[in-house]
Structures are given as structure tokens and as C-alpha cells.
Nanobody
Framework: QVQLVESGGGLVQAGGSLRLSCEASGSSFSIHTIGWYRQAPGKQRELVGAILSGGRTNYTDSVKGRFTISRAIGENTVYLQMNSLRPEDTGVYYC????????????????WGQGTLVTVSS
């Protein structure tokens, strides 16, 4: 199996920045797609942004120009850099990876992190 551990959440003032990390662990796998989601209190989980197969990126309109998804080269850690944070960015942020597991036959796994809370004060 592949497990994800998220970190980096916390309390920040509006206009500040945070960087969330998501470290994947396990054996014999590769990361195929990367997604970050968030769930605000009383609302449904929504996609924040993603890196799709082929390297295409996609961000929800409200975070474009402020948030950036990246991956450490040669490592199984992905990041969500969040700048110019707003109170409406408050929520629990989840990492979601599409992983190819090198078993026989190979398997595609959809793996979620445990979530990390981001609180932006006004």
C-alpha cells in the first residue's frame, strides 16, 4: 500500500503564506497525478488544484496566481504553496495522489492524506 502524511497547516493572518507538504511512503510505486482539495466548514470538499498526467496543471479560479502545486524532484513529496491567503481559504486541506503500484499486474491506486487544517484570520 501507499500512505500519505500531510503537514504544514496552521493559523496564519490574511495576506500570509503557508506551504503544505504531502509525503508518500510505500514500496514500488510512482506518482501519476497530484491533487489538493479543501473542505471549508459546512461545505463540500472542492478541488483546489491538480497536476495531471503529462504535467498539465489545473487550479480553481479563486486560487489562481496565489497557489502553486509542485513536487520535489526525485522525491515522493508534493507541496501546495499558498500565498496571499484569505479568510475564505480556511479549511481542511487534503492531498490526493494517483499512484501506479508496480505489482504484477500493475495497479492504479487513489490515495488520500489525512488532511491538515488551515485557518486564515482576518
Amino acid at each position: 500500500q501507499v500512505q500519505l502524511v500531510e503537514s504544514g497547516g496552521g493559523l496564519v493572518q490574511a495576506g500570509g503564506s503557508l506551504r503544505l507538504s504531502c509525503e508518500a511512503s510505500g514500496s514500488s510505486f510512482s506518482i501519476h497525478t497530484i491533487g489538493w482539495y479543501r473542505q471549508a466548514p459546512g461545505k463540500q470538499r472542492e478541488l483546489v488544484g491538480a497536476i495531471l498526467s503529462g504535467g498539465r496543471t489545473n487550479y480553481t479560479d479563486s486560487v489562481k496566481g496565489r497557489f502553486t502545486i509542485s513536487r520535489a524532484i526525485g522525491e515522493n513529496t508534493v507541496y501546495l504553496q499558498m500565498n496571499s491567503l484569505r479568510p475564505e481559504d480556511t479549511g481542511v486541506y487534503y492531498c490526493n495522489l494517483g499512484v501506479i503500484k508496480f505489482t504484477a499486474p500493475a495497479r492504479y491506486l487513489d490515495v488520500w492524506g489525512q488532511g491538515t487544517l488551515v485557518t486564515v484570520s482576518s
